[in-house]
């Protein structure tokens, strides 16, 4: 059984810095991209970061380039987000998600990832 199990969320200031991992177990996703969504409150589920499969090719949404940054160590199967110059806009629950084949370049689309975690909180208090 696939798994992906996000952790490290939590309550910070504005301004902080938190950093998601993504553990991943049941299978490798080393040749596959991988990626970060996250859903607020009343609204729609959004792309934020996806990593290639060796980690030299990374992709953000507009709203978090410069301040988040993914990573990815295969050897431990994991992913990771980290989140600098946090803003309450941030606040959402936030999902790891792995998509079931390679890709040659890295989806933004929620559809494109067959695999998804069961969200970790963060809340960024102003």
């Known amino acids: 059984q696939v798994q992906l199990v996000e952790s490290g969320g939590g309550l910070m200031q504005a301004g902080g810095s938190l950093r998601l991992s993504c553990g991943v177990s049941?299978?490798?996703?080393?040749?596959?991209?991988m990626a970060w969504f996250r859903q607020a409150p009343g609204k729609e589920r959004e792309f934020v970061a996806s990593?290639?499969?060796?980690?030299?090719?990374?992709r953000y949404a507009d709203s978090v380039k410069g301040r988040f940054t993914v990573s990815r160590d295969n050897a431990k199967n994991t992913v990771y987000l980290q989140m600098n110059s946090l803003k309450p806009e941030d606040t959402a629950v936030y999902y790891c998600?792995?998509?079931?084949?390679?890709?040659?370049?890295?989806?933004?689309?929620?559809?494109?990832?067959?695999?998804w975690g069961q969200g970790a909180q963060v809340t960024v208090s102003s």
């Open positions: 998600a792995a998509r079931g084949t390679p890709s040659l370049g890295l989806p933004i689309g929620v559809g494109a990832y067959d695999y």
């Open positions: 049941g299978r490798t996703f080393s040749s596959n991209p």
């Open positions: 990593i290639s499969w060796n980690g030299a090719t990374t």
